[in-house]
């Protein structure tokens, strides 16, 4: 099997699990100081990647960012882009887990009877500015029972939990909010409830049932408002026969990991960015990636002043 040298640099040892297990097929990796190619994230503070300026550089980012292709010869970021040195490959995905979210086909029955606890909430980012919208949520869904909070923000319980998937799996609810809205912008919160076989109350990418069954997850989107999706949160916990349906309903289409998880697409990628003659870098970095895709960034905000309006006229 071919030697590679790797290293990871500015958080991109985040992705390792993925982006080793993708490269094993293919190569004898080892992680070395010398690396023939170079993962990396967004880190402004230290910026190591700059270090590695003639070995191959792939850029990956858990937040909402754009790949800067003056600094990157490729990228695995959240976002479709019309290029082929980009990959999407959400956050949700990097540890690997997709064989976890395969439901059985009588799982369900053991569900009814473990789940026997309301909703769980763990998150460690509490910024108003930036979570306002599951902070609010959170406090508004805790009019009708207590969400039980683990985590470092509106903690309630008196500890913090050290593992996660095994503090949800009483949980009929988790509360999967993202830190902000964002097309095509999935990180782990909505896997994780999966995971634990909870029902994710799920908001943040608009377009998330690309990724994910609609009928096995409540999507907040769907609804006018939060009043309304609570009422129908409500709803479901007070209905034996539609907590069921929920937990029958498989997370991926068919029951079957979706594109996303996908290690072999993954792995194509990974191989033709390696074995490929270099391409010279972009001068122009993100810009013309984040001009194509304003209209992605503003719709959501547009049509939730649109929304508002009609609700105002009423």
């Not at 297990?21 to 070395?32: I, T």
């Not at 007070?238 to 993954?266: G, M, T």
């Not at 503003?298 to 009423?314: G, L």
Request: charged share 25%; glycine share 4%.
């Amino acid at each position: 099997m071919k030697p590679l040298n790797i290293k990871f640099v500015d958080h991109g040892e985040v992705a390792a699990p993925i982006i080793l297990r993708a490269l094993s097929f293919n190569y004898d990796v080892q992680e070395s100081d010398s690396p023939s190619v170079v993962f990396f994230g967004e880190d402004k503070k230290y910026s190591q990647h700059r270090q590695f300026q003639k070995c191959l550089k792939i850029f990956v980012t858990i937040e909402y960012h754009y790949p800067n292709f003056n600094q990157c010869d490729y990228a695995l970021s959240y976002l479709t882009l019309p290029t082929h040195k980009n990959l999407r490959l959400p956050y949700g995905t990097w540890e690997d887990r997709g064989e976890d979210l395969i439901k059985s086909d009588n799982e369900w029955q053991k569900l009814i009877h473990e789940k026997n606890k309301f909703c769980a909430f763990v998150v460690k980012n509490d910024n108003p500015r930036r979570t306002w919208k599951r902070i609010s949520f959170f406090h508004k869904l805790s009019k009708y029972k207590t969400v039980d909070s683990g985590g470092w923000a509106l903690n309630n319980i008196g500890y913090r939990v050290e593992n996660k998937l095994e503090f949800y799996k009483p949980y009929r609810f988790v509360i999967a909010f993202e830190n902000k809205l964002g097309y095509e912008y999935t990180t782990e919160k909505i896997v994780h409830a999966m995971q634990s076989r909870c029902i994710p109350i799920y908001w943040g990418n608009p377009d998330i049932v690309r990724e994910f069954n609609p009928k096995s997850f409540i999507n907040v989107h769907d609804f006018k408002n939060d009043e309304d999706a609570i009422d129908y949160i409500i709803y479901v916990d007070q209905n034996p026969v539609l907590l069921e349906q929920y937990f029958k309903e498989p997370y991926f289409y068919n029951n079957e990991i979706n594109e996303w998880f996908d290690i072999q697409r993954l792995r194509n990628f990974l191989v033709r960015a390696i074995e490929s003659p270099r391409e010279r870098r972009s001068l122009w970095g993100y810009i013309p990636f984040k001009w194509l895709n304003m209209k992605n960034e503003i719709q959501p905000y547009y049509e939730k002043i649109e929304n508002f309006i009609k609700s105002s006229m009423q």
